[in-house]
C-alpha cells in the first residue's frame, strides 16, 4: 500500500494564481483532512471530510475549497494565492473521524509570492 | 472550539535523562489525546494515544498521562537517545477535529 500521496512536493505560486493539491488514499479511509503548518502554530485544520460528498470547513477554511467525489482522492484548491497561504499542506486520512490515528501524507511547501 | 496549549516549546536533555512534555485543553468534551513526532522535514507519526477513560499509558520508553479535572495530559519519554530529537505535538478531540498544540522541539543532547 502506498497509503496517503501529496503532489507535488514543492511548489511557487504568484499572488492571485489558482492551484490544485492532489491527495490520495489506498487504504479505504472514510475520513480525510488538510492541515496547514506554519512555525510555531503546529497543524491547523483547514477542511475535512467524513466521506465522499460530504465536506466541511475546520478552523481555518478562507481561501480554499474541498470536494471528494471518491473514497480515495480529496484535492484541496487554492482559489486566488495569498502571500499567508504560504505553508507546508498535509493531507491526512483516517478509519473513523477525529478519534482514530491520523495518517499523514508527505506533505506539499507551498511559497506565494 | 477547542484550545490546545503545550509547553515548553523547547527542551534539551541530557542522553538518558527524562523529558516531558505538558498540554492543556478547554473542551471537557474531549475524550482522545494522541501525540504525534515529527522529525526535521517528514510528516507527522502517531507515538501513543490515550483515550478519556484511561488515566495512564505505556509503551516500552514512552508513557501519557491523563487528567480529565485538570484537563491537562502530558507525554513522559524516559531515557531518551539521540534519535528522540524531534519536534512534538499533543493533540485533542472530541469528534469530527483533532486540534493540535503548538509542538516541543525536543533537543537530545549526548
Request: charged share 15%.
Amino acid at each position: 500500500n502506498a497509503g496517503v500521496t501529496q503532489t507535488p512536493k514543492f511548489q511557487v505560486l504568484k499572488t492571485g494564481q489558482s492551484m490544485t493539491l492532489q491527495c490520495a488514499q489506498d487504504m479505504n479511509h472514510e475520513y480525510m483532512s488538510w492541515y496547514r503548518q506554519d512555525p510555531g502554530m503546529g497543524l491547523r485544520l483547514i477542511h475535512y471530510s467524513v466521506g465522499a460528498g460530504i465536506t466541511d470547513q475546520g478552523e481555518v477554511p478562507n481561501g480554499y475549497n474541498v470536494s471528494r467525489s471518491t473514497t480515495e482522492d480529496f484535492p484541496l484548491r487554492l482559489l486566488s494565492a495569498a502571500p499567508s497561504q504560504t505553508s507546508v499542506y498535509f493531507c491526512a486520512s483516517s478509519y473513523g473521524e477525529g478519534t482514530y490515528e491520523q495518517y499523514f501524507g508527505p506533505g506539499t511547501r507551498l511559497t506565494v509570492t | 472550539g477547542e484550545n490546545v496549549e503545550q509547553h515548553p516549546s523547547t527542551l534539551s536533555v541530557q542522553e538518558g535523562d527524562s523529558a516531558v512534555i505538558k498540554c492543556t485543553y478547554s473542551d471537557s468534551a474531549s475524550n482522545y489525546f494522541p501525540w504525534y513526532k515529527q522529525e526535521l522535514g517528514k510528516r507527522p507519526q502517531l507515538i501513543i494515544d490515550i483515550r478519556s477513560n484511561v488515566g495512564e499509558k505505556k509503551d516500552q520508553r514512552i508513557a501519557v498521562t491523563l487528567n480529565k479535572t485538570a484537563k491537562h495530559f502530558s507525554l513522559h519519554i524516559t531515557e531518551t537517545q539521540p534519535e528522540d530529537s524531534a519536534v512534538y505535538f499533543c493533540a485533542a478531540s472530541s469528534a469530527r477535529q483533532l486540534t493540535f498544540g503548538s509542538g516541543t522541539q525536543l533537543t537530545v543532547l549526548p
